[in-house]
Structures are given as C-alpha cells and as structure tokens.
C-alpha cells in the first residue's frame, strides 16, 4: 500500500517536474494585466508602470496596467482575488488595499495569506517626520517633550484615516506617550500645504514630497521612519536610533497573484521581476520618487508582508480606527 | 382636489428623501464641539430639506396653477435598461458587441424606427468605438466575447 | 534675470520645432479628450505618461501641459451641442450654451467659448509669468476657515444658476450636499449612507451624476417630444463666421470680469479653481439689466465661464511650480512626470531649472493660440454634427456616456451610478426641478463639511475663527450680502416673472 503511494507520488512528481517547465515556458502568451487599486499618477501607479514596461521587454508580451481604485483598494484586490489563477491577472498591491482596508473597513472579501501568492516586493518608501520651521524642537526628542506638554495639543496633518502616515503617527503616540491631534486631509498636498503654512506643526511625508521642502527650509526633518538613514538625508537620525527599537514604517508596493497560481509561473514572474529591479537604471527611477526599488523571493516576500501585518494589525485596532 | 400637482409632488419628494437620511443619521456619531462626528452634517442637512420640501409642498397646496406630471414610460424604460444591459455585459460580450446592443434596443425608445438602419448603425458605431477607445485609446476592456 | 529675458528665454525653448509639435499634439489630443465626456485628462494622461518617460522633461510637461488645457477646452464642446457636461466646469456652460445651440446659434456659442477661452489663456499665462512667486503666498494664506467661508458662498450662489422656483433650487442644493455625504467621511474616516457597497466607499461619481442628470435625462426627454425626429437643434441661419457685433459686445466684458474671477480662484490650491466658473455666471446674471435671459440662451452666460474656467486653469499651475503642490489630479501627475525624470518639483524649480519653468510658461501661451487655430475651423465640422438626424445622433450619445463613465475608474457600477441619475434627472425635470445647483452642492458639500470640521478641530471647537480670521469674515459679509440681496422683493419679482415665462 505505503509503496504504491509512494510509487504513485514518485510518478505524479515526474509528471509534475516534466510538465512544469513547459507550463512556465508557456506563460505568457497572451496579454498580462497588472490590476492598480489606485487612479493613475500615484506612487504605486507609478512603479506598475516601471515595472510593466520592464515586464514586457522580458518576456515579449504585452504587460498593461489597470487601473481599478475604489474601497481603500478592495475594489481592485477582489478582481485579481477572484480571477483566474493562471497568471495573466496580477495584483501591484501595497499596505493599505493588501492589509489595513479590509480591517478598517470591516470588510473581508481576501485574506491576503489565504487569496494571494506574493511574487516579489517592488520598492519601500520610507517616511519623514518634518516640522514647521516655528516649531521650536531641534531634534525629535525635544520634539516628543513638547508634544508631551503642549497646550493646546500640537496638530499632526494626515493625509486620510488609515494610511501608513496616520498608522505611523498613532504608533509613535502609542510608543512615545504623547498625544497631539490628528487632522485628516484628502491626500497629501492639502497636508502639507496646511503644514507649510504652520496651521499644523507636523506630518509625516513621503520623503520624495517631504525633501524640496526640507532642503529648502521650509520644514524641518526631525526623523526618518526607515531602518537606516537615507542618503537623501543622511544628518536626520532614524527614529530607532531616537530610541524606538525595532520602528520601521514604511509603504511597501509588491506583485501579487491569485491564490493557486501554478509555482513556476510565480517563480518565473518573482525571477524576472527581481532581476528588473536591480537594474541601475529602474533603481534609479524609484529613487527620484523616493523609493528603493528591491525584489524579494516569494518566500521571504511572504514572510516579509506576515511582519508587517503582524506589526499594524493591533495599531490599527488599539487605535480604533475603523469605518464604521 | 390639488391644483398644482408637479410642486406638491416635488414637495413630497423632498420630504421622504429627507426624512429617510435624517433615520439612517441616527447611526452616525454627533461627537463634540472640536470633534464634530460624521452624524452632525447628515442630520442638520435632512432636516433642512425636509423642512423645504413641507414649504413646496404648503405653497404648492395654496397655488391654484393647473399642473400634472406625466412621464413618457417608454423612453424612460427603454434608455434605462439599454445602459443597464451595457453594463452588464461588458465584460462577458465584450465592447463591440454591448455597443451593437445598446444602439439597437435603445432605438425601440421611439415607436416605428426602422430595424434595418438600427442594425447598421449598430455595427457602424460599434465599429467606430472599438476603434476609437480600445485601439486608439487602450481602454482595458475586451473587444470580442470571452467564455 | 529681468521679467523680459524670462519670456525670450521661455519662447525660444518652446519654439524650438520639437516643443511646438508636441504643444500641438498636447493641445490636439487635449481636444480629442475633452470632446468625448468622462473621458478625462487624467486617465488620458495616464495612458501617454509611458511615452513622456522617453521625452526630455521640458517637452514632456508641455505635451501634458497641452493635454489638461485642451481637454479644459474641449469639454465645453460636448456640452453645448448635446448637453453633456463631462466635468465640474461644463456643467455651467451647459446651462446656457446648450439652450444657445437648440436656439441655432451653436455656433456662436462654440465661438465665444473659443475667443473667451484664449483670452483667458492668455491674461492667465501672464499672470503666472509676472506673479508667480508672489501668487504662491495666496495659496498658503487659504486655511480651513477660509475654505468654508468661500464654499458658502458658493452654495449660496448656486441658487443663482436656477431660473425656476427659488424654494426649489434651495431645495435641490441641499438635495446635491446630501448626496455628498455618500461615502467616506474625511475627517473621521467613517462610511457614510454606502449600505456595504464597495462601490460606494468612494462618494458617488461626479461624471456619472452630471452625465446621468443632463446628458441622460436630456435624450429621455428629447424622445418624448413628437418632433424629436427631426433632429435635436434647429440649425437656423448660420450667420457669418464671426460673431455678430451684438454678440461681441454683449460678450466681451462678461469674458473679461470671468478672466479675473477665475484667475484668483485658479490660485487656491483647494478646490477653488471650480468655483470659478459658478462664480462668474452668478456674477453675470445678477449683474444683468435682464436676469430673465439666463437659462435661455445668453452669451454672456456661455463667455464669462467659460473665460473663468480656463483662467482658472491656467493659474492652478502657480501652486503646483511655485510650491510643488498640485491642486487636481492632473497637476499631480505632471509632479509625477516631473519626478521621474528626476525633478523635485516644489519652490526651487523655477531657480534651478529656468529653462524648465520658462519654456513651459511660453509653451502655454502658444498652446493657447494653436487651440484657437486648431478649433476655429472645427467649430464648422461640429455644429455640422447636428444635422445628423437625432434618431441616429441619441444612441450614440448613449455610447458615448456609457464608455465614457466606464472609462473614469474602469468599472461597470459607475455605468448603473449613471442609469439611476438619468432616470432621477428625467424625473426631476418633470417636476422642474433643476439639476445645476444640485450639482454644485454636491461638489461643494464635502469640501464645506470637511472644512468647516477641520476649522473646529484646529480651533478646540472655538466657531470665532470663522469670524476673526479676516478673509473669512469678508467672505462670510459678502455672502449674507447675497441673501440679503436675493431676499429682496425685486428680485423676489423677477424670479416670479422668470418663473411664469418657464411654465411649460
């Protein structure tokens, strides 16, 4: 009995390993459609389009990004969740549509573990915490004593409930013991704008949107959300070294597929998509938008996606940040 | 009996409209001063069109202007389910073919168009579309029907 | 350098002959786009973005450029002759430009939007030439109190734009602001009247009201009347090829009041650019020895807007070269373009790369004269549209709405979105109530609610800021001005007279 299975594995496996290659092989051969949970123009929109150009030259077929925004992304996340999983309906996800949207809005039509196959990580864009230059806090540590003592509350402008920078914002309140208000804005121009012009004293930005004005001296940068200093300001210390061990808070964007879509076709994909994203060239188009461009294997992105769920989940629910 | 019918009616339009938001304001929150809750807007505003529509509909009551709604049922059915079929198989049929569709059963809008022309319009606009928005333009969406 | 050498440097960068053929193509496809509603510069923008990635920054912010003020430019076209406002600002020109093109003289109409459009063009680029930099201090002045004090009184002018009951276009304002409230609250992050539809997480669409509320509802009612057959315009004498000196004069100053109005609103990054166009046609009616016209048909009501809008237009570039912050979506992409090609688009550009900010500022001039060129010869080819006859013309109109709002966020539930206002227009018509002020409201309830909210927030619930803040009292003064001024029997009167006329 024990033999026959073991017989019958040994020929399926053999079956499996013969037709695999041909199956990847095979893949693509028609049009491959990358579904953005955004209108275009936006960072993530902008980095599937990088990325599909690149797509294309590689394997020959066209790669055309779609846009599909909507419910913080869930519009999007259900059209590739629900497609077919053979590889020509692909999800450029970040934090939000992948993992913040279905908690906030209360709503679960994926799991991302159970829906999706990660593919590779694209590109991680840190934040900058910056301040209106009347803000007397030098350094981020004087800056949390004066939230901690300021009356009235110093104003953090967000650019919407549930983004990475509101979700940061709450962490480091949660972290820090200070408390300060939040003001929501739609999008990050008005945001800034209102931080510029000293109505709020603070946010924290996309460090592409952030760094005009930091160089400039239009606000001040007090610290960056990444694990190490980024070159483009390498005087302003992470947040880790202002002593939050372990604080990293950045918009991760990645490739993702429909759950079942057969390994080699994913591994193909996350092969093609890593060596495209060490090209200097795409390293450089990411970095002028204040990105870092870097693929990852489908194992350790997956592992990559738990940490960061792990990480904001109970943020998110401390917080009580919810639609409803 | 009431004179001016379209006004009352438009009256009692706005109060049911108003009165059903100001019901579902319930569930929102009012919150405080600093923080005004996603209720307060929604309530104050129901409220206010409530109150507008009883206006329209106390002043409508005392004009004596002859007026009548009538809605042309055929036009009004015809367009709508025309645009709702489009929509619907848009993704299955493709565009050419829900173009095709759209221009042929909204023709029955009008009693007595000729089918023929019907058709070849339909294939004439449907071509023009095809060319012009999934061509031309890249509009993501299929062209031909998929099964 | 002084102002002078700025603009010779700036035109001898856009006259190069690659910078002029791609200001044309901008300019061409900006048309192209803004002709077919729903359809609209973003998504258009986004298809050709891959294509800028090849071009030179400068060229490629000029084919953009081109693009956004041509689909400007362009929407009115669609609105005039078929009554389909594809964006915010059409929506006014619809008023009065569609009831000039079924009175035959669409092609006056499609003329003083032209001339109105590059005159304002013109007055715009020079004045983001000369005050840019000082400009950019308006645009940061504007705050929350600020910003709910002008949306007030553009709701309150948004009674202005019905010529019917004044009770009832209240009532439809209010209608619009409830029908705002749809979706996520900004300032709590709540959902708001969704009924756990995804589709609605976002608000409703604004396309598919206004394309559903007057392109829609107008083919439902076009085909209930008997003479619908014959076609949707009379064409009547074609006249000559400019406008008449009547026109011209009637024309020209309400182009040059909405000019300025528009190029103030243009600057404020905040959504105040779509004020603009309101703001002129209210100031135009009230202004008017006979309010009675709007509605029907005045040019005037056609030229000031227009002119507004296209200001306004050209002056919402000021926030996004002077500050880096765009105010639309399409200023967000040109950001886009500009950081790819490794720009940091924000105060120091128009130091660091003056070849940049200069050739673009010329290039809008020129791309405002080709859009002249380019659409005087075609206002011909367009009226001559009209003569096809209407049993052939509305399904194809129907298309046209119907891909367009599929277009907008490539998802068939804006398609249903669209049905239900056209169906809720058609009704509304017969109960004449009409649809533009209930249009402003909806776009301006959020931005007034979100304001208003965010005002309090910042003020610990302290409702003075409305009232110290200076530029929020005068904007609050004029607006209870307004009331005042509409509240008084005579124009109580001429409402009334405009009503009886109407009866129908």
Not at chain 1, 85 to 113: E, K, M
Not at chain 3, 395 to 403: E, K
Request: glycine residues 10%; neutral net charge.
């Amino acid at each position: 009995m024990f033999q026959h299975l073991l017989r019958a594995g040994a020929v399926l496996g053999l079956a499996a390993a013969l037709i695999s290659p041909a199956a990847a092989q095979a893949w693509p051969d028609k049009t491959v459609r990358l579904v953005v949970p955004y209108p275009p123009g936006g960072n993530v929109d902008s980095a599937a389009r990088i990325v599909a150009a690149k797509l294309q030259e590689q394997f020959g077929k066209p790669f055309v990004v779609e846009n599909k925004p909507g419910a913080g992304g869930m519009i999007a996340g259900e059209t590739v969740a629900r497609a077919a999983p053979d590889g020509y309906t692909l999800f450029v996800a970040a934090n939000g549509p992948l993992i913040f949207s279905p908690i906030i809005f209360g709503r679960t039509p994926y799991q991302w573990q159970k829906d999706f196959e990660p593919i590779s990580s694209i590109s991680f864009t840190p934040l900058v915490l910056q301040v209106n230059p009347a803000v007397a806090a030098k350094t981020a540590q004087d800056f949390l004593a004066l939230a901690k003592t300021a009356n009235p509350p110093l104003i953090m402008a967000s650019p919407g409930a549930g983004t990475t920078n509101h979700l940061t914002s709450e962490l480091l309140q949660q972290l820090s013991g200070a408390k300060w208000t939040t003001v929501h804005y739609k999008g990050n121009a008005p945001a800034t704008t209102d931080v510029l012009a000293g109505r709020a004293q603070f946010n924290f930005d996309q460090i592409s949107v952030a760094l005009p004005y930091v160089k400039e001296g239009k606000t001040r940068a007090l610290a960056v959300t990444s694990a190490q200093r980024l070159p483009q300001l390498p005087d302003v210390p992470t947040l880790q070294e202002v002593g939050f061990a372990d604080f990293e808070a950045s918009t991760f964007t990645g490739l993702f597929a429909p759950a079942k879509t057969p390994k080699p076709v994913v591994d193909t994909l996350s092969a093609a998509l890593q060596k495209v994203l060490a090209e200097p060239e795409v390293k450089e188009r990411f970095a002028a938008m204040g990105a870092e461009a870097r693929g990852m294997a489908p194992d350790a992105f997956a592992a990559y996606v738990a940490k960061v769920d792990a990480r904001w989940t109970p943020v998110i629910k401390q917080a009580n940040i919810t639609a409803n | 009996m009431i004179a001016n019918k379209r006004d009352v009616l438009a009256g009692l339009m706005f109060v049911g409209i108003g009165v059903f938001v100001f019901i579902f304001a319930q569930d929102y929150g009012i919150g405080t001063a600093a923080h005004l809750g996603p209720g307060v807007f929604p309530m104050l505003l129901s409220a206010l069109l409530t109150l507008l529509g009883l206006a329209i509909t106390v002043v409508a009551l005392r004009d004596h202007t002859r007026t009548h709604v009538t809605l042309s049922w055929r036009p009004l059915l015809v367009i709508s389910a025309a645009l709702l079929l489009f929509g619907f198989g848009l993704d299955s049929l493709g565009l050419f073919m829900v173009v095709a569709l759209l221009v042929v059963i909204s023709r029955f809008a009008r009693a007595g168009e000729n089918i023929i022309e019907s058709v070849i319009l339909a294939l004439v606009v449907a071509a023009v579309a095809s060319l012009v928005f999934v061509v031309a333009l890249g509009l993501p969406v299929p062209l031909w029907p998929t099964f | 350098m002084s102002f002078l050498d700025n603009l010779s440097l700036g035109f001898s960068v856009a006259l190069s002959l690659h910078n002029l053929a791609y200001c044309f193509l901008g300019t061409l496809l900006g048309t192209a786009i803004g002709v077919l509603p729903g359809l609209g510069p973003v998504a258009t923008i986004s298809m050709l973005l891959p294509i800028t990635f090849g071009l030179d920054p400068t060229t490629a912010l000029i084919l953009l450029a081109g693009i956004y003020y041509g689909a400007q430019y362009g929407g009115s076209t669609t609105a005039i002759l078929v009554n389909l406002p594809g964006e915010t600002s059409s929506v006014v020109t619809a008023i009065d430009g569609y009831q000039m093109a079924r009175q035959g003289r669409a092609r006056e109409a499609l003329m003083v939007a032209a001339l109105g459009s590059f005159f304002a063009g013109t007055v715009g680029t020079l004045l983001i030439a000369a005050f840019a930099p000082g400009l950019s201090e308006l645009a940061l002045g504007f705050g929350a109190p600020e910003y709910f004090s002008l949306m007030v009184l553009g709701l309150i002018a948004a009674v202005v734009l019905a010529h019917g009951s004044l009770l009832k276009a209240i009532a439809m304002v209010v209608l619009g602001l409830v029908l705002g409230l749809v979706g996520t609250d900004v300032n709590s992050g709540a959902l708001r009247f969704t009924f756990g539809l995804p589709d609605l997480f976002d608000g409703i669409d604004f396309v598919a009201v206004a394309m559903g509320l007057f392109g829609i509802a107008e083919v439902i009612s076009n085909l209930e009347r008997a003479d619908a057959a014959r076609g949707t315009v009379s064409l009547g004498k074609t006249g000559g090829f400019f406008l008449s000196r009547a026109d011209f004069r009637a024309a020209w100053p309400a182009a040059v009041r909405g000019t300025g109005i528009g190029a103030i609103l243009g600057i404020l990054p905040g959504g105040g650019a779509i004020l603009g166009s309101f703001a002129s046609y209210m100031l135009e009616k009230r202004i008017a020895r006979d309010p009675s016209r709007f509605g029907k048909g005045a040019i005037e009501g056609v030229a000031g807007p227009e002119s507004a809008n296209n200001a306004g237009a050209q002056t919402s570039f000021i926030p996004m070269l002077t500050l880096g912050l765009p105010s639309n979506a399409v200023m967000a992409m040109m950001i886009g373009a500009l950081i790819i090609h490794n720009i940091q688009p924000g105060p120091q550009v128009m130091t660091s790369n003056p070849t940049l900010f200069w050739g673009l500022i010329a290039s809008m001039w020129i791309g405002n004269a080709l859009l002249v060129i380019l659409n005087l010869p075609l206002i011909g080819v367009w009226v001559s549209m009209l003569k096809i006859p209407y049993r052939m013309l509305y399904p194809a109109i129907l298309v046209l709405c119907a891909i367009g709002v599929y277009s907008v966020s490539n998802s068939t539930a804006l398609i249903y979105v669209m049905t239900i206002f056209g169906i809720a227009g058609y009704v509304l018509m017969k109960l004449q109530c009409e649809p533009a002020p209930l249009l402003l409201g909806f776009v301006l309830g959020p931005m007034m609610e979100e304001n208003l909210r965010r005002a309090l927030t910042m003020s610990q619930g302290n409702a003075a800021v409305f009232f110290t803040q200076p530029v929020s009292l005068i904007l609050l003064l004029v607006a209870a001005a307004l009331l005042v001024v509409m509240a008084v029997p005579r124009a109580a009167k001429v409402r009334g007279e405009a009503f009886e006329e109407e009866a129908s």
